[in-house]
DNA sequence: AGCTAAAAGCTAATAGAATTAGCCACATCT
DNA sequence: AGATGTGGCTAATTCTATTAGCTTTTAGCT
């Protein structure tokens, strides 16, 4: 029996990626090791168990995320960036639904943990883009919150298939952009 | 063995109970029918299964929200009534977060979907609230987009405990009620 | 009141998933 | 070559969902 190579980050992607095929709720040890031509058990040799394993992916997620926000706004400002911001992270959503509900019921445990670190970065990003705009510097953690909530919102909203078809979601997703947009600007 | 007077509603009533206690993760058939003084496989007599539990939860949460907005919002318009939308909303969540985050998978099926009827109700209150400003009705589909994104997402966050404790998350919220209010006002 | 039949509980059995224990081969380092 | 620790495997355990089949209650009818 040669050796498969694993390591945490392997496991972690494979899992990530066949949440986005079959949904988080049918990702099994099983389902995993079988991905890596592997058996269940010597998953454990390498992370701590399931609950482990989620708290990866969710790494994993904000991560990327925070990683494909701050390439698109590189040299963005003002509406620009926040534009860019909500498409990215739109985007990210609709490619990695199953990834991305998976982070959906996790918590950070404190500062350190991984998962509060990585969403740093990401709040870091949106932090940069409210700085387009002339804000007072005590009402920043309330638009932060309202652009993360927002995006959020909408993301988990529409990959969880819960707008009507009826009228296109591409154009409320821009109106939404707008009415931020319009808004920060007061 | 006398009967324990069972039916969909009382189980879906003490899951969606379990829920807020324990965590949507720790809900058990057993766990629902000790709760309830039953053995697990008498709940099959009137639940199909896990899945089905989950819907009818579903619907519950989304029938009570419904419920508790048109009770808030009688005779309230414009921004008062988007007020008391947004902390009923808000108010439901926290109290539930457990029934509320075990509905969060679900999408509904078609338009038939009892969850979507129930959702219909909410998003009738949300109209009302948007028909207190001057919305071209052209538009009135993206504030209601906007209105269910930001509700859904901040509660989310919020129940997950994703905001830091630093800085008042009510201030937050009432900031952005101005925000909305603001920017619907044009 | 007594009969019947459907409904509602129960116990026992099945099946699937996570996790643990304990064994053995491979790979590495000298 | 040989010692050693790591990574994989099989077998066993536990927990949960679900199904099968039996028994009692209860509602409806005469």
Redesign the pocket.
């Known amino acids: 029996?040669?050796?498969?190579?694993?390591d945490p980050a392997v496991i972690t992607a494979a899992a990530a990626g066949l949440a986005d095929e079959v949904g988080p709720a049918n990702v099994?040890?099983?389902l995993v090791a079988e991905r890596l031509g592997?058996?269940?058990?010597?998953l454990?040799?390498?992370i701590a168990?399931?609950?482990d394993l989620n708290r990866r992916i969710a790494v994993l997620v904000v991560t990327e995320m925070g990683d494909a926000l701050r390439d698109a706004l590189q040299g963005r400002a003002g509406r620009d960036a926040l534009e860019a911001a909500a498409r990215t992270l739109r985007a990210y959503v609709v490619e990695h639904p199953g990834r991305y509900a998976s982070t959906l019921p996790l918590n950070p445990e404190g500062p350190d943990d991984p998962v509060a670190v990585a969403g740093g970065r990401v709040l870091d990003s949106l932090a940069a883009v409210l700085s387009g705009y002339d804000i007072d510097p005590a009402d920043t953690v309330h638009a932060m919150r309202l652009l993360r909530s927002l995006f959020h919102g909408f993301a988990a909203i529409e990959a969880a298939g819960g707008f009507e078809m009826d009228t296109d979601v591409d154009r409320s997703f821009d109106w939404m952009i707008d009415f931020i947009d319009r808004g920060l600007r007061k």
């Open positions: 029996m040669p050796r498969a190579g694993l099994t040890m099983g592997v058996r269940a058990p010597s454990y040799k390498h168990g399931q609950a």
